[in-house]
């Protein structure tokens, strides 16, 4: 099969997460997290996030924006979010069944939230008869690719503490958006006043894991219990731990990031060349959306994965990975010259 433009999920393991999950293949040791190898991946998180964060992984992304949600809610609280939000859109209401509450959710064309848009949710605080809002949610990158820069993450979050709210994080592309802003880990996250956050693995080269980051030591007491009680906890941690040690360790997680981004900005760049094309969001983080032909889009699907993300305006998504290389870009911009031409 091709490399394709589908996802960042399809690209295979880097070969230094993979040497890790080796070396930590070695003899017995303590399983669902009581181990040196899960104790080593804390303290690496730690020292980029500093000693405020409390961390704790898990399989996947759906399974950490459920607990880290649950951790913030009640059930008759709310979550405000885009209406692309990954949450609402791909998630199969897990987040509304499993945290019992609701998702209030506003158009945002570029993806991102303002505290604006966010304003029309704000109300029927203490009536007895109204959902009550209680946490802002944003994505980052978020679903179309945009980055939030760390003034409107601290606008969000300003807004949502001075309504007793809390700002949550979706993470999956977390290292992308940091790359892209040339920003520290810490720096657009707790230090902009994210309350808890989803720091992606799997996108970014791992086999897979997520680590939910709370950055306030009450709000974690709870996260033990309901890890486990979301399926979400381990038994042989080690092996799931071990990657954030190696992806944090020599700034991995920011050469992966940063090489997927490049790739998508040399996509960008030379698609907007192609006459019928139109780039439709700026390229900032590591995937790229356009509009073209219908009749288009059908002859390069049969040639390489990528998904149609809005059918009705033909608007398609294609991701760049860790692995993707030069000459793939290469190869889908002339398959796309020769389906345009066609």
């Given at each position: 099969m091709?490399?394709?433009?589908?996802?960042?999920n399809?690209?295979?393991?880097?070969?230094a997460?993979?040497?890790?999950m080796?070396?930590?293949?070695s003899?017995?040791?303590?399983?669902?997290?009581?181990?040196?190898?899960?104790?080593?991946?804390?303290?690496?998180?730690?020292?980029?996030?500093?000693?405020?964060?409390?961390?704790?992984f898990?399989f996947?992304?759906?399974?950490?924006?459920?607990?880290?949600?649950?951790?913030?809610?009640?059930?008759?609280?709310?979550?405000i979010c885009?209406?692309?939000s990954?949450?609402?859109?791909?998630?199969c209401g897990?987040?509304?069944?499993?945290?019992?509450?609701?998702?209030?959710?506003?158009?945002?064309?570029d993806?991102?939230?303002?505290?604006?848009?966010?304003?029309?949710?704000?109300?029927g605080?203490?009536?007895?008869?109204?959902?009550q809002?209680?946490?802002?949610?944003?994505?980052?990158?978020t679903?179309?690719g945009?980055v939030?820069?760390v003034p409107?993450?601290r606008?969000?979050a300003d807004?949502?503490h001075?309504h007793?709210?809390?700002?949550?994080?979706d993470?999956?592309r977390?290292?992308n958006?940091?790359a892209?802003?040339?920003?520290?880990?810490?720096e657009i996250?707790?230090?902009?006043?994210?309350?808890?956050l989803?720091?992606?693995?799997?996108?970014?080269?791992?086999m897979?894991?997520?680590a939910?980051l709370?950055?306030?030591?009450?709000?974690?007491?709870?996260?033990?219990y309901?890890?486990?009680?979301?399926m979400?906890?381990?038994?042989?941690?080690?092996?799931?731990?071990t990657?954030?040690t190696?992806?944090?360790?020599?700034?991995?997680?920011?050469?992966?990031a940063?090489?997927?981004?490049?790739m998508?900005?040399?996509?960008?760049?030379?698609?907007?060349?192609?006459?019928?094309?139109?780039?439709?969001?700026?390229?900032?983080?590591?995937?790229?959306f356009?509009v073209?032909?219908?009749?288009a889009?059908?002859?390069?699907?049969s040639?390489?994965?990528?998904?149609?993300w809005e059918?009705?305006?033909?608007?398609?998504r294609?991701?760049?990975s860790?692995?993707?290389?030069?000459?793939?870009?290469?190869?889908?911009?002339?398959a796309?010259?020769?389906?345009?031409?066609?």
């Amino acid at each position: 099969m091709k490399r394709g433009f589908a996802s960042d999920n399809n690209a295979g393991v880097h070969p230094a997460i993979l040497a890790a999950m080796v070396r930590a293949n070695s003899g017995h040791t303590r399983g669902y997290g009581d181990d040196d190898y899960t104790r080593e991946a804390e303290g690496a998180v730690k020292a980029h996030f500093g000693e405020s964060c409390h961390p704790f992984f898990v399989f996947n992304g759906t399974g950490g924006n459920v607990i880290g949600l649950q951790t913030l809610l009640r059930s008759y609280e709310a979550v405000i979010c885009s209406e692309n939000s990954h949450i609402h859109v791909d998630e199969c209401g897990a987040p509304e069944r499993f945290t019992g509450c609701k998702l209030l959710t506003v158009p945002t064309p570029d993806g991102k939230l303002t505290p604006e848009l966010v304003e029309r949710h704000m109300h029927g605080f203490g009536d007895v008869h109204h959902v009550q809002p209680k946490v802002i949610s944003i994505t980052q990158a978020t679903e179309v690719g945009t980055v939030y820069t760390v003034p409107e993450i601290r606008a969000l979050a300003d807004y949502a503490h001075g309504h007793g709210c809390y700002l949550y994080m979706d993470g999956a592309r977390f290292a992308n958006a940091a790359a892209s802003l040339g920003a520290s880990l810490r720096e657009i996250s707790v230090d902009a006043g994210i309350d808890v956050l989803t720091f992606g693995g799997t996108k970014n080269g791992l086999m897979f894991g997520e680590a939910l980051l709370v950055f306030h030591e009450e709000l974690a007491k709870s996260a033990p219990y309901l890890r486990k009680q979301a399926m979400q906890l381990a038994s042989k941690m080690r092996f799931l731990s071990t990657q954030f040690t190696a992806i944090l360790e020599n700034d991995l997680w920011l050469q992966s990031a940063r090489h997927a981004n490049g790739m998508a900005k040399l996509l960008g760049d030379q698609v907007r060349q192609i006459p019928g094309v139109t780039v439709t969001q700026d390229v900032q983080a590591n995937a790229v959306f356009a509009v073209l032909p219908a009749e288009a889009i059908e002859t390069l699907q049969s040639e390489f994965s990528f998904y149609t993300w809005e059918a009705t305006r033909n608007e398609v998504r294609w991701v760049c990975s860790f692995d993707t290389t030069e000459d793939d870009v290469a190869e889908f911009v002339a398959a796309i010259r020769r389906a345009l031409a066609s």
